[in-house]
């Protein structure tokens, strides 16, 4: 029916008591739950002492004296922890709290209805702030199609490709039909004034597809029977 802080008060006191002060004790403990369950806030000295005294107990005048101590820190103990809050409970506009919370007589039964509440209303609140924040940082992702580009694919070329293109680019073919690499890499036609019949570079390309290392703008193809060093 208490909590815990009541209860090591209550064992605090009782434990350099004798046993008519523990057993008056455990009478002054039960009259205060009667209390707790009526839902009644009232722990003053004088209402507690009255009950008491009924009961076999002191009067309030005597637990105020210095000998009944021990029966003040136990009503003290149950006005701080029961007493207070009930009454703050009990004053608190209806407005902050569903009527038929107002309306439940057992404290206990009352005081958890209205941390459960309190709790949903906690909750309610975080979800929407985290609802908030993830909107304000949400990642944009882009949904429109995306169109990928071609890729292209490169094969190397097998013996009898290179054998055949080092013969038809070697300088004796070249010559056959009229045509010469110049100092830019292209291959000119010889016979119309050196006309380029391939951009700047082309040479370079050719000796590269025949496994032949750079050679600048000169041919390293020089004969149709020249083999391809890899070859």
């Given at each position: ?39 009644s ?44 809050q009930?009454?703050a ?74 054998k ?68």
């Amino acid at each position: 029916m208490y909590n815990e802080k009541i209860e090591d008060v209550i064992n605090s006191v009782k434990a350099d008591a004798s046993s008519t002060i523990s057993q008056k004790i455990d009478v002054l403990v039960g009259i205060c739950e009667s209390q707790i369950e009526r839902g009644s806030s009232d722990f003053s000295v004088t209402m507690i002492g009255k009950l008491f005294k009924k009961q076999g107990g002191v009067a309030a005048q005597a637990i105020r004296n210095k000998t009944g101590a021990k029966y003040k820190a136990v009503i003290s103990a149950f006005e701080k922890y029961h007493g207070m809050q009930l009454a703050a409970l009990n004053n608190a506009p209806n407005s902050n709290l569903p009527d038929w919370v107002v309306k439940i007589t057992d404290s206990n039964a009352r005081w958890l209805v209205k941390d459960l509440i309190e709790e949903n209303a906690r909750l309610t609140r975080t979800l929407q702030a985290h609802k908030i924040r993830d909107k304000e940082h949400a990642q944009l992702v882009d949904m429109r199609p995306k169109f990928n580009a071609p890729t292209l694919v490169t094969k190397a070329l097998d013996d009898f490709e290179v054998k055949l293109l080092s013969e038809f680019f070697s300088e004796d073919n070249l010559e056959q039909l009229g045509l010469a690499p110049d100092e830019r890499g292209c291959l000119v036609d010889s016979s119309e004034g050196k006309r380029a019949i391939t951009p700047p570079g082309f040479i370079d390309i050719i000796n590269k597809l025949c496994g032949y290392d750079s050679q600048g703008n000169s041919l390293a193809l020089k004969t149709s029977v020249k083999r391809n060093k890899n070859g």
